[in-house]
């Protein structure tokens, strides 16, 4: 083996023990787990049910759930799987908080003219297109809109997120006027216009 390979096998094996210890240190977090939640797994499929409803997901790697005096701890079964451990645990974690808090994503919207309104299940935005933008809920999605902001409400932390993405990407904020739709507490970097430009 030439030195060049070895030092690069050297710092590739370092940067993995540096994941794993990570990764270790995420996992080996106890998650407690209230007294009106249920949790089962079965071939990686763990199931959680609680005040709010119900999850279930895969889980990455090979793990193991012990439950006891209301805390559940994630082991790995092997150490090919701690790469993945603190993520089983994460996962888990949310699963977990969804079923008993649930999940929510604030949005503000700015521009002359724009509006949202729940309509049913969906969100109805007026943009300043010839026409609204109606976004469909998912399954286990809510939708709240007063005045300027938009809030997007549910069990399930991964769709919360897809679906305030979407409803983003439909008038992503402008750098000059600051229009359009933006997560609650996200800056903008604002632009001064050629107006603005050419008077300095």
Sequence with gaps: MKFGD?????ITLSLSKGHINYMSKIGKKPIAIPKDVQIKMDSGLVWVKGPKG?????IP????LNIESGILKVMPENIQDSATWGLASALIKNMVKGVTEGFETVMEFQGVGYKAVVKGNDLELGLGFSHPVTVK???GITFKAEKNIIRIQGMDNELVGKTAAEIRSWRKPEPYKGSGIRYQGEIIKRKAGKKAVAAG
């Design 137 to 139: 809920a998912p399954e």
């Design 6 to 10: 070895f030092l690069f096998a050297k």
């Design 54 to 58: 119900e999850l279930k997901r895969f």
């Design 61 to 64: 790697g090979n793990v193991n």
